[in-house]
């Protein structure tokens, strides 16, 4: 299933999509050269941290007005807008107007710029293959630091076929 999807999301790459991610790298460039401008974990948008067998959830608190340009994900996976009013601008989806509860399916490869309209809780739910709590192990396991790093995690996929029985 996960190729199945994973071949789906790298044949979908139009040209507006491409445009769309040039826009969403830009715009994480811009915020990045911003006086105040944070990156990752922060006391401004607290992270929480729960483990479980196989399973990594992460719950972020977003104050109303910020602005976010999210990583790379290299899986696809459930996430949930706890509550909140949110401008969601995707690849594969444009921009969006959210508002929460709702829970959705992030197709791999998926990076997001969003703006907080009102303060949001977004939770994420991640394979963790190997249990670890360590999150610099798990970033390596869920997270592309680029787009030419996605695409190669990609190629490896499509070459491991399952064995069938």
């Not at 999807?5 to 969403?24: F, M, P, S």
């Not at 944070?38 to 910020?66: K, M, Q, W």
């Not at 994900?73 to 594969?92: A, C, I, Q, R, Y």
Request: hydrophobic share 35%; with cysteine.
């Amino acid at each position: 299933m996960e190729q199945e999807v994973v071949k789906a999301v790298k044949d979908l790459e139009t040209q507006e999509q491409i445009q769309l991610r040039g826009n969403i790298m830009a715009f994480e460039g811009f915020l990045g050269q911003q006086e105040g401008a944070f990156f990752g974990d922060s006391v401004n948008c607290p992270l929480t941290h729960r483990f479980t067998e196989g399973i990594y959830v992460r719950e972020i608190f977003i104050p109303a007005g910020t602005y976010i340009v999210g990583k790379i994900h290299k899986h696809s996976h459930p996430n949930f807008l706890m509550s909140g009013t949110v401008d969601v601008v995707t690849e594969t989806g444009g921009k969006e107007q959210l508002t929460g509860p709702l829970s959705m399916i992030s197709p791999p490869g998926t990076k997001r710029a969003l703006h907080a309209i009102t303060d949001l809780v977004w939770v994420t739910i991640h394979h963790n293959p190997t249990n670890t709590q360590d999150l610099e192990e798990l970033e390596k396991i869920v997270i592309a630091e680029s787009y030419e790093e996605y695409h190669k995690f990609i190629e490896t996929q499509e070459k491991i076929k399952p064995i069938e029985l």
